[in-house]
């Protein structure tokens, strides 16, 4: 079961929000957390992904798509994999364009942490194809006049449950909130 953790927001930050207009949220479950977190999540697509191996850490970013709050990733290759075979610890980020000359307090993002799995067509068929479907990647190949992704290349699955997210949207309401499993 999820469990929700708050940061207290500071006196007198609470009154700069009030002059600006900002209402911020105190989330009474998970579940109401959640809803506002998947709705992010889902006007997004794009997460930068962390990976480790020998203390050296690589960030790459990919497009993702969404079960529940399961984060699928399609990818061909790259140093992910062999940071992934030997470290399956994750995390990633996902943030919107920030525009501070604007909008102050526009900012708007997500840390999560988590294990990834990894498979492909040749070391777990079914669940391969399971994922192409839950990704729609079936959809975007008719689109092209494709009916398969090409043989030639390995394309990898990285599946990715959080165990952990932290989001801040304080401009909507959102003022550091983790959200732990």
């Not at 492909?120 to 992704?149: C, H, I, T, W």
Request: hydrophobic letters at 35%.
């Amino acid at each position: 079961m999820a469990t929700i953790k708050q940061s207290k927001v500071p006196s007198f930050v609470l009154q700069v929000f009030k002059q600006t207009g900002i209402k911020i949220t105190h989330f009474r479950s998970a579940a109401a957390f959640e809803k506002v977190l998947m709705h992010f999540v889902k006007r997004n697509n794009v997460l930068h992904l962390s990976t480790t191996r020998n203390n050296v850490p690589r960030t790459t970013p990919l497009e993702y798509r969404l079960d529940g709050f399961t984060f699928y990733i399609l990818s061909e290759g790259g140093g992910k994999f062999n940071n992934l075979k030997v470290n399956r610890t994750v995390s990633f980020s996902i943030a919107e364009p920030y525009y501070p000359k604007k909008d102050f307090w526009g900012g708007k993002g997500l840390q999560a942490w988590g294990k990834a799995k990894v498979y492909s067509e040749k070391s777990d068929p079914r669940r391969f194809k399971n994922a192409l479907k839950k990704m729609k990647v079936y959809e975007s190949l008719k689109k092209m006049g494709q009916k398969e992704l090409p043989p030639q290349i390995n394309f990898r699955v990285i599946e990715i449950t959080p165990t952990k997210m932290k989001y801040g949207n304080v401009r909507e309401g959102v003022f550091k909130v983790t959200w732990e499993k």
